[in-house]
T-cell receptor
Framework: AQSVTQLGSHVSVSEGALVLLRCNYS??????LFWYVQYPNQGLQLLLK??????LVKGINGFEAEFKKSETSFHLTKPSAHMSDAAEYFC??????????????FGSGTRLSIRP | EAGVTQSPTHLIKTRGQQATLRCSPI?????VYWYQQALGLGLQFLLW???????NRGNFPPRFSGRQFPNYSSELNVNALELEDSALYLC??????????????FGSGTRLTVV
């Protein structure tokens, strides 16, 4: 079975500082991994995804994430935070395929706040 | 290309009433997923439909039900509404042929408020 743990329900950084949102996963098979962003009262938007190609994945809005199999981690980073990055971020895992077990499992989310 | 569309955007109902929420997937996507996002509870998986059939459901009572139409659009029905059903309901679609590698595309959600 797949599972996702996001460390820290709330992260606050200063504008211009490094953003680091942590995600650890558990999967019995090579996983697909995703980061989604949710702005207030909106749906989720895909930031980036890992599908067994390059371990360093670049996404939209300057975000990137590195897949580390040995650490079962997929942390999200951005070198310099902008006020517009304030949102809820969800890490997610899927085993792929087509079955009830293949649906995407979401973490509990991390709310990112940016201090001026 | 149109994204996943949900209607209505907001819905206010009285306790005990029924609510109907609608979702149109991206063209070519046959799988539709429903999630409930209540305050402080994250994303809770509700239902998965594909090719007109219910494929999987989450840990919700039977008063949460739905269906998928031949054009792959979907409807979520919530009967006998309770105050704790107040939440943002999100619909997502995916192309099952990619095996989930593309992730889901989400709609903007329906905000259901039960008073």
């Amino acid at each position: 079975a797949q599972s996702v743990t996001q460390l820290g329900s709330h992260v606050s950084v200063s504008e211009g500082a490094l953003v680091l949102l942590r995600c650890n996963y558990s999967s019995s098979v090579p996983p697909y991994l995703f980061w989604y962003v949710q702005y207030p009262n909106q749906g989720l938007q895909l930031l980036l995804k890992y599908t067994s190609a390059a371990t360093l994945v670049k996404g939209i809005n300057g975000f990137e994430a590195e897949f580390k199999k040995s650490e079962t981690s997929f942390h999200l980073t951005k070198p310099s935070a902008h006020m517009s990055d304030a949102a809820e971020y969800f890490c997610a895992v899927s085993r792929g395929g087509y079955s009830s077990a293949s649906k995407i499992i979401f973490g509990s989310g991390t709310r990112l706040s940016i201090r001026p | 290309e149109a994204g996943v569309t949900q209607s209505p955007t907001h819905l206010i109902k009285t306790r005990g009433q029924q609510a109907t929420l609608r979702c149109s997937p991206i063209s070519g996507h046959t799988s539709v997923y429903w999630y409930q996002q209540a305050l402080g509870l994250g994303l809770q998986f509700l239902l998965w439909y594909d090719e007109g059939e219910e494929r999987n459901r989450g840990n919700f009572p039977p008063r949460f039900s739905g269906r998928q139409f031949p054009n792959y659009s979907s409807e979520l029905n919530v009967n006998a509404l309770e105050l704790e059903d107040s939440a943002l309901y999100l619909c997502a679609s995916t192309d099952k042929m990619t095996g989930g590698a593309d992730g889901y595309t989400f709609g903007s959600g329906t905000r259901l408020t039960v008073v």
